[in-house]
């Protein structure tokens, strides 16, 4: 079957900037003359559903074709480090989820409300899709909880706890700027750096990773617009909105390292067996480095230096200033 044509590499390249509502500039101010209810309704759940039910989504099955299939992954080790890189992607969204759900009623007005719950809708359904994908990779459901368990990084864990507690203490400001910009930004990111990856060698996951990405650039998108208002009548919450963002950064970076280091034999069989194919050093490249060939330091520099441009950017655009964390 064919995908709606969104979900290939040409959706995916150049979406990097947050989508505001028409009309809207990005970032801290609304246009001269536009009033925050149309900019919100811009964030409607009909606009919701045109985009994606009824838009990229339309006629996938778990987010990708519905003739498409995992590769058969025969070496172990890779196979451990597939499930090992999707228990994360599980570990993130069950905290995107969480997150989105509880800012629902903290939220001061009811378009904010409807967008967080298409947003929630959302963050289930990324659930939904890396889950299946466990199940894909031969992880049986009876032991879907004791293999997240099993593999879940603890930094990032503690990463989605600084997260939830100013979800769970309904700060909406600083419950959006930790979802919307930086777990959501973390996330663009590195969805974006496995889509690249896997375009060639499982098209699948990449269409999988393809509207997850389009989601998580309407998430930054109400983020920054939204926030950014906030920020202004609400200046005083600035060094603890900035605290929140510097602890949540310096377990993300944990997350990054560790996660690359326990992948470095993974990705050392992988390249092997890609050098012996037909398609031996055309990997896609991403952020000016060969998928293919690069590896786990050049990678994670690539990926930590994305990342925390972005964060520079978008916080910016809000009002506030990246603190970079001290890492031990």
């Known amino acids: 079957m064919a995908l709606n044509k969104s979900l290939g590499p040409d959706y995916v390249k150049g979406i990097r900037v947050a989508e505001p509502g028409p009309g809207v500039k990005s970032g801290t101010g609304l246009n ?33 074709g ?22 994360q992607l599980v570990v993130g969204e069950r905290a995107a989820l969480a997150a989105s759900s509880g800012l629902v009623n903290a939220a001061p007005d009811y378009p904010s409300k409807r ?7 959302d ?23 004791s293999t997240i368990d099993h593999f879940a990084n ?36 590195v969805f974006e750096m496995m889509e690249a990856g896997n375009r060639q060698a499982n098209p699948k996951f990449a269409h999988t990773l393809a509207g997850t990405i389009a989601d998580e650039r309407r998430h930054v998108g109400f983020g920054e617009n939204r926030i950014g208002s906030l920020i202004k009548q609400y200046p005083e919450k600035k060094p603890e909105i900035e605290q929140m963002q510097k602890e949540m950064a310096y377990h993300m970076l944990n997350t990054f390292s560790s996660s690359f280091r326990q992948g470095s034999a993974a990705m050392d069989a992988a390249q092997s067996m890609a050098a012996q194919s037909d398609g031996a ?3 896609a490249e991403w952020q ?17 230096n994305t ?6 950017t978008r916080l910016a655009r809000i009002g506030l200033e990246y603190q970079a964390p001290v890492m031990s």
């Not at 925050?36 to 099955?61: H, K």
């Not at 967008?115 to 809708?121: K, N």
């Not at 289930?124 to 879907?144: C, M, N, P, S, W």
């Not at 000016?288 to 930590?304: D, I, K, S, W, Y």
């Open 154 to 189: 603890p930094n990032l864990v503690k990463f989605a706890e600084v997260l939830l507690e100013k979800v769970d203490n309904k700060d909406f400001v600083a419950g959006v700027v930790g979802q919307n910009i930086v777990l959501e930004g973390m996330a663009f990111t």
């Open 32 to 64: 001269k003359g536009t009033l925050m209810s149309d900019f919100l309704n811009a964030y409607s759940i009909q606009r919701w559903l045109e985009l994606c039910p009824q838009g990229y989504l339309e006629d996938t099955v778990y987010g990708h």
């Open 115 to 121: 967008f967080l719950a298409t947003q929630t809708l």
């Open 281 to 283: 050093g055309e990997g």
């Open 307 to 312: 990342v925390i441009n972005e964060f520079k």
């Open 66 to 87: 519905a003739d498409e299939q995992e590769p058969l992954i025969e070496d172990e080790v890779l196979r451990e480090a597939e499930i090992r890189t999707t228990v």
């Open 288 to 304: 000016g480095v060969n998928m293919a060939t690069a590896g786990p330091e050049e990678l994670q520099g690539a990926l930590e």
């Open 123 to 145: 963050e289930a359904r990324h659930v939904e899709i890396f889950t299946q994908r466990l199940y894909d990779l031969g992880v049986k459901k009876d032991d879907l909880e």
